[in-house]
């Protein structure tokens, strides 16, 4: 089972910050938060992913509460190429374990 | 990060056919993959790790007789849907793993009439 909780369903104007969050109160101490999106009729695409800290990169940055109970992906400056479906996965980052998929929310981008 | 190429992107066969998608590696020796399924407006579900030169690991529920999976090379894992039926209809997605995350072939769409 997933052990993320994300909201169905998102929408958000276009050229502002999209902000996504995601609930992994069971988060063990070994496991990152990933985040993924899947555009239609694709594989998914990795994004970006972290421990404890925050992290940024050339898509998104990725904040994470202090307790890593909860996370938030931010888009910055959100275009249409963007409207996709956003899954955040918790896997510890060893090995070859598995990615276990939520639901994930589906973000539109609204022109 | 790595890169993975999966074919056929679609494949439409008729009930009671097999059908063998492929998923290389290009650049990066992948002892393990993944197989997965995706139903429409559905989430993936993980069907089975397929490991390089070893049997594989099927998920609970998923039939390794009709879902077979080869990982004779570093570089390649196949599943076979065989005997294919009209609930075999998906969209089957390939992935290996890297040091930054897990790389996703692009797919594979089965039609089964």
């Known amino acids: 089972d997933a052990k993320t909780t994300q909201p169905t369903s998102m929408d958000c104007a276009e050229g502002r910050a999209a902000n996504l969050p995601c609930n992994h109160s069971t988060i063990s101490g070994n496991e990152y938060v990933y985040w993924y999106r899947q555009i239609h009729s694709q594989g998914p695409q990795y994004i970006i992913h972290?421990?404890?800290n925050n992290e940024t990169n050339e898509m998104a940055s990725l904040i994470i509460t202090e307790d890593r109970k909860s996370s938030t992906l931010i888009l910055p400056h959100a275009t249409l190429r963007d409207t996709a479906v956003y899954y955040c996965?918790?896997?510890?980052?060893?090995?070859?374990?598995?990615?276990?998929f939520g639901t994930g929310t589906r973000l539109t981008i609204i022109p | 990060g790595a890169v993975v190429s999966q074919h056929p992107s679609w494949v439409i066969c008729k009930s009671g056919t097999s059908v063998k998608i492929e998923c290389r590696s290009l650049?990066?020796?992948?002892?393990?993959m993944f197989w997965y399924r995706q139903f429409p407006k559905q989430s993936l579900m993980l069907m089975a790790t397929s490991n390089e030169g070893s049997k594989a690991t099927y998920e609970q529920g998923v039939e390794k007789d009709k879902f077979l999976i080869n990982h004779a090379s570093l570089t390649l894992s196949t599943l076979t849907v065989t005997s294919a039926h009209p609930e075999d209809s998906s969209f089957y997605i390939c992935t290996l793993g890297g040091d930054r995350g897990y790389t996703f072939g692009s797919g594979t769409r089965l039609t089964v009439v």
């Open positions: 650049d990066f020796q992948a002892t393990t």
């Open positions: 996965i918790v896997r510890a980052n060893f090995g070859n374990e598995k990615l276990t």
């Open positions: 972290g421990l404890k």
